[in-house]
């Protein structure tokens, strides 16, 4: 019950690149409602209606094909009945059997991932039917998960003036690392401020350190990316942000293995050795968290009168 593999027409889409736009500088300040009606009014742009009208032709003319769940045998056997000859891609998780099959926690926690490309060959006669075809062996990505008490992901990245970035430069100090949350949050600018109360109680004795990753991508048109830079910009300026902001691609290692560990957007808290000590940290529950690790109750003196 821990695997969950299925089966599909390998098909091949066109591609299709989206129409050019810059981000309004003022973007991370609006409202939310103020996101929405520019998403809207972006929408009905000449330009983006064709580029829609062209996705649904290319769905249209590439359709979903066959697509199957995979029943997984106790000796290993993958079974699916009636499939017809044509190219396929396998692919799913592997969970965690302890726990909930159907939970977001076993989606959170996967220990595999499959995505194997075979083929179902032409038959020659109306018996060939009914022979198994062998795919071969199907190989097992391991999930590198991210849990607490294990390493921090390496995170390089550089700052908006083009100095580096690096975790491990903050080691000895507790960091609590922004793997995308303000800029994900519905009111950035609302939970900015709780992070700079929390800052100004914490770093000036070195104790926290804050490091913001803001997402990005290798593959946005440059009008976009510096736009998108000058929003960012824009909002580090107005919300007067003093502590370590940078920039990590989507395609950047540390960024994808946090998305598969379902920690991307999230926060998270580094211990001064580089493990982390919490993650998923909540917004209510942060403060909470913070003083917890950071100023945790003294151990009694057992030569104390008070000690056990």
Not at 60 to 69: D, Y
Not at 281 to 287: D, R, Y
Request: a negative charge; proline letters at 8%; hydrophobic letters at 35%.
């Amino acid at each position: 019950d821990h695997v969950d593999l299925a089966i599909q027409t390998a098909v091949k889409r066109e591609t299709l690149e989206s129409p050019s736009f810059e981000m309004p500088e003022t973007y991370f300040v609006m409202t939310l409602e103020e996101k929405q009606q520019w998403q809207q009014e972006l929408m009905q742009s000449p330009a983006w209606k064709e580029y829609r009208k062209k996705m649904e032709e290319s769905l249209g003319r590439s359709g979903m094909g066959f697509h199957e769940s995979v029943i997984v045998d106790s000796d290993g056997t993958l079974r699916v009945e009636n499939v017809p000859p044509g190219d396929y891609l396998l692919s799913g998780s592997i969970g965690d059997p302890k726990l909930d099959r159907h939970s977001a926690e076993w989606y959170q926690n996967r220990l595999g991932r499959v995505a194997y490309p075979f083929t179902v060959p032409e038959v020659a006669e109306e018996t060939d039917y009914e022979t198994p075809v062998d795919i071969g062996t199907v190989t097992v990505e391991p999930e590198e998960t991210i849990r607490v008490g294990q390493e921090a992901p390496v995170v390089d990245m550089e700052r908006f003036d083009g100095d580096p970035i690096r975790l491990r430069d903050f080691l000895g100090s507790w960091v609590l690392l922004d793997c995308g949350f303000v800029m994900a949050s519905e009111d950035p600018g609302e939970f900015i401020e709780a992070l700079k109360t929390l800052y100004a109680e914490f770093h000036p004795s070195r104790q926290l350190e804050i490091l913001s990753v803001m997402p990005g991508s290798k593959s946005y048109a440059k009008s976009l990316q510096d736009s998108y830079r000058k929003a960012i910009l824009y909002f580090l300026k107005t919300k007067e942000i003093r502590w370590p902001v940078g920039m990590l691609s989507y395609e950047e290692e540390a960024l994808q293995k946090a998305a598969y560990s379902g920690l991307y957007p999230s926060l998270l808290l580094v211990d001064p050795d580089g493990k982390i000590a919490a993650q998923k940290i909540k917004p209510e529950e942060l403060q909470e968290t913070l003083r917890r690790h950071l100023s945790p109750d003294p151990e009694p003196d057992p030569a104390s009168p008070h000690g056990p």
